[in-house]
Each structure stands twice: as C-alpha cells, then as structure tokens.
C-alpha cells in the first residue's frame, strides 16, 4: 500500500484499491458493529470504518483521540463523508498513544466554542481543531505570498540581528537587557539594518519578530509580533513604495484563491478588494471623517483608533474599498529617519494603510542625504552614539530609497474578520503572557 495525502484521495487516487494514511484520530464514533474513525492529516480529514463482528481484529474500539496511528484499506465513494471518499479499514498499526482519558478542550468539533483565555493556554492542543489550524495555513499564505513576489521583484531577503545597541525609533518602549555587562535592546524594527543593505542590494525585504515594550492590554497590540519589512533604492517617491505594497496585496489574494481555497471555505473568508486603493492626505481625512460623522478631532498629529475606524467605514461607503492609503503624516509622530514634505516641513513623505479601519502598514521615505540627517537628530536633541555604523553608511553615499513594515497578526486578523489580534498569533506575548 501506498502512503497518500488526504489530497490525493480527496482527488479520488487510488478509488477501489488499497490505500494508507498516518495521523491522528481526530474523533471516533462506535456504533456497535461500525466503527468510525476520524484520521487528521497536515491537509485534512479522512473517514475510516471498520464493520465486523469480531471488532477486537484490530483493537479498534480500544483507541482513544489523538492517538497516532498508521491506517490502511480500500478506497471508496462516500459522499456523506468528508471529501467524497472513505476508507474499508481493514489495517491499523498504534504509532504512539495519548495518556489522556479526555482532552482538555473539544478539538474534534468543528467550532472551539471555548474562550480564547483557554484556547492559548493549550494553545498545541487548540489548533488540532480544523478551524482553528486553517487560520494558520492562511496566515503561511499571507508570508508565501509575500516571499515569493519580492523575489520576483528583485528584492533580496536578509535576516538581521534582534539584539541591538540602540532602537531604531527609540522612546520608552524597548525591552532592555544586560549583554556581557553592556546595556542592549530587542529590535522595535530592523529599520537601520534595512536601510544599510539598500546599499549592498538596492532591494531588501525581512519577514522576523519585532519588540515593543508598550504597557498595553488591547485587542490589535502585541509585545512581540512577525514584521514583513521592505526597503528598496531609486526610488522617485513614497508612491512607489505604496505601489509596492499593492503588488503585494493582488499577488497575495491571486494566491490565496489558487492555493488556499480549501481554508477560506473552512472559514467562510471573503477576499477584500484590492485593486485601485484610495490614497488621502492625513490632514484632509481626518477633517472629512469627523465632518462626515460629527466627531471631534482630538489629536492633530496622529490617528485615533475610533478615527481609524471611522476612516474604514467612510472608504467602504465612498469608494466601495477595504484598504486605504493616508499619506503625510505629521513630522512630529513620524521617526527622524523620515523624509519631511519639501513642500511643508511639518509633514513627513510617509503612509500608513488601513485595512478595514485598522492600521496594518507604516512606510514612507527616508533621509538619505548624510547633512540632512545629522541636522535632524540635533533638532530632536538624540545621541548618535550607538548609531555610528548606522550613519557611516549614509556618510558614504545611499541612494534615495524608502520602506515599510506590515504586522503580519493584524494583517491576518483583518482578513479574517477576528476580533482579538491573538486569535491570529501562534503563541501571543503581551503584558499578561509569557507562556506557552
């Protein structure tokens, strides 16, 4: 017997012949004379069953979910079954066995109704539950997408260090730890390392945990989350960076509907429109957003959350569209490596993009020339020290160039239409968690 995929039977391989599958028994059903068996693969579900008198042939009725095991029969049409197809069990070898009598949640259901406090914590055991494994295959989707249409654009992947001297936007939020007997930071961003490599390779792009040590507790922040970061040189403007980042989303809904489809059915997914994305000036949206729903604008250099959303829900009535470009952002909330306005100096050639009223995307373009930089810090009063190989570079000629980083969870979390930015993270760390 052949090994298959649940794939390859689901594609009716090997109908009316002897076929093996491993997995886990994701549920079992005995009915007396028929046993039903469950088996969970990496791409599915398959139904076995085992009918007979003499049920203890293969110690079927003694297995309990989650067991591993090897299973073997003949391929049939079972339309009631999942995928079309079942198998005649007629082999089952014990690969290894659970200890438990009962599992500490009901994966085998096809909705967890359980809270997400308990879904993290068994959070291994959670995501045996199909719905709760499909918002992952997606989110793998997400990151494929990402790889695979930056290398076609030219772009070069890095990896660079998570253990810095000093954060690249700086403030209070970077976890600080003791380095050999030197003061050292988890990266907030790879932002300084990024930008020396456009020198080298002109494009680069990074998918890697970044740190943030804010003392919040809300559903669209984390403390460590994946970042997919890009920069790129010869650039006439922050457009092309904003054009960038649409290439990407085109690509990566053209991907999802091709490859995973199986996962946005399982999660009932909506793919967002992505061509022809809105682009408004910061200043502008705020005062046609609180014009247009009667609200006060309370922070003039930044957006609200309530004003990201309404900001959402004004695209969607207006232009029909998920996703939002805002640009120019004031100099003040931006980083000193933010190229400002040659038109107005206290605004920044920079964006964010909102994706159904949550910001998913900062990006912009940056100082490039090495005076212009160094003027820049002296005017917000920082050190350069720690950030010497930062400036050498610039020092020795950089192209003009910008980048963004996107937030993988809230990417993910908005496409998925989740509530809590936890929901779409393996394993969360925020405030209140630092396990599993």
């Given at each position: 017997?052949?090994?298959?995929?649940?794939?390859?039977?689901?594609?009716?391989?090997?109908?009316?012949?002897?076929?093996?599958?491993?997995?886990?028994?994701?549920?079992?059903?005995?009915?007396?004379?028929?046993?039903?068996?469950?088996?969970?693969?990496?791409?599915?579900?398959?139904?076995?069953?085992?009918?007979?008198?003499?049920?203890?042939?293969?110690?079927?009725?003694?297995?309990?979910?989650?067991?591993?095991?090897?299973?073997?029969?003949?391929?049939?049409?079972?339309?009631?079954?999942?995928?079309?197809?079942?198998?005649?069990?007629?082999?089952?070898?014990?690969?290894?066995?659970?200890?438990?009598?009962?599992?500490?949640?009901?994966?085998?259901?096809?909705?967890?109704?359980?809270?997400?406090?308990?879904?993290?914590?068994?959070?291994?055991?959670?995501?045996?539950?199909?719905?709760?494994?499909?918002?992952?295959?997606?989110?793998?989707?997400?990151?494929?997408?990402?790889?695979?249409?930056?290398?076609?654009?030219?772009?070069?992947?890095?990896?660079?260090?998570?253990?810095?001297?000093?954060?690249?936007?700086?403030?209070?939020?970077?976890?600080?730890?003791?380095?050999?007997?030197?003061?050292?930071?988890?990266?907030?961003?790879?932002?300084?390392?990024?930008?020396?490599?456009?020198?080298?390779?002109?494009?680069?792009?990074?998918?890697?945990?970044?740190?943030?040590?804010?003392?919040?507790?809300?559903?669209?922040?984390?403390?460590?989350?994946?970042?997919?970061?890009?920069?790129?040189?010869?650039?006439?403007?922050?457009?092309?960076?904003?054009?960038?980042?649409?290439?990407?989303?085109?690509?990566?809904?053209?991907?999802?509907?091709?490859?995973?489809?199986?996962?946005?059915?399982?999660?009932?997914?909506?793919?967002?429109?992505?061509?022809?994305?809105?682009?408004?000036?910061?200043?502008?949206?705020?005062?046609?957003?609180?014009?247009?729903?009667g609200t006060t604008i309370k922070n003039p250099n930044d957006l609200e959350p309530e004003e990201e959303l309404l900001i959402g829900k004004y695209a969607k009535e207006k232009w029909d569209a998920d996703f939002v470009?805002?640009?120019?952002?004031?100099?003040?909330?931006?980083?000193?490596?933010?190229?400002?306005?040659?038109?107005?100096?206290?605004?920044t050639l920079s964006f964010d993009l909102l994706f159904k009223g949550l910001e998913i995307t900062t990006g912009g373009q940056r100082i490039h020339n090495y005076d212009t930089l160094i003027e820049?810090?002296?005017?917000?009063?920082?050190?350069?020290?720690?950030?010497?190989?930062?400036?050498?570079?610039?020092?020795?000629?950089?192209?003009?160039?910008?980048?963004?980083?996107?937030?993988?969870?809230?990417?993910?979390?908005?496409?998925?239409?989740?509530?809590?930015?936890?929901?779409?993270?393996?394993?969360?760390?925020?405030?209140?968690?630092?396990?599993?």
């Open positions: 017997m052949e090994t298959k995929s649940i794939m390859q039977l689901q594609k009716k391989e090997g109908l009316g012949e002897s076929v093996k599958v491993k997995g886990a028994i994701h549920n079992i059903r005995d009915m007396g004379n028929i046993i039903f068996l469950l088996i969970r693969t990496r791409d599915g579900i398959i139904q076995c069953v085992y009918e007979g008198k003499d049920t203890d042939a293969l110690e079927v009725q003694k297995r309990r979910a989650e067991d591993c095991v090897c299973v073997g029969g003949i391929l049939t049409e079972n339309e009631k079954a999942p995928g079309g197809v079942e198998i005649r069990l007629d082999y089952l070898e014990v690969l290894s066995t659970t200890k438990a009598e009962m599992l500490p949640l009901p994966v085998s259901k096809w909705k967890l109704d359980t809270s997400l406090e308990a879904k993290l914590n068994y959070r291994s055991i959670s995501l045996r539950n199909i719905k709760e494994r499909a918002k992952f295959r997606i989110q793998e989707g997400l990151v494929r997408a990402f790889r695979e249409y930056l290398y076609r654009e030219g772009f070069t992947e890095i990896h660079t260090p998570k253990i810095a001297g000093k954060g690249a936007e700086g403030g209070a939020n970077m976890f600080k730890l003791d380095y050999f007997h030197k003061s050292a930071v988890l990266s907030q961003s790879p932002q300084f390392y990024k930008q020396m490599m456009v020198g080298v390779f002109d494009r680069v792009f990074e998918t890697a945990p970044a740190f943030r040590a804010e003392k919040h507790s809300t559903k669209r922040h984390l403390n460590e989350y994946i970042s997919m970061d890009l920069e790129m040189g010869y650039i006439d403007g922050f457009e092309d960076i904003m054009k960038t980042e649409a290439g990407y989303l085109e690509y990566a809904v053209e991907l999802l509907e091709k490859e995973y489809k199986k996962e946005l059915e399982i999660l009932k997914v909506r793919l967002p429109k992505v061509k022809d994305i809105p682009v408004v000036r910061f200043q502008e949206i705020k005062e046609e957003v609180s014009k247009a729903y470009f805002v640009t120019h952002y004031p100099t003040k909330k931006r980083p000193f490596y933010a190229m400002e306005d040659p038109q107005n100096p206290n605004y820049k810090i002296k005017k917000r009063g920082m050190e350069k020290e720690g950030m010497e190989a930062y400036l050498d570079t610039f020092y020795y000629g950089m192209p003009p160039h910008g980048g963004l980083g996107i937030g993988l969870e809230r990417l993910t979390m908005r496409l998925l239409d989740e509530e809590n930015v936890r929901e779409t993270t393996l394993f969360p760390r925020d405030i209140k968690r630092l396990e599993p």
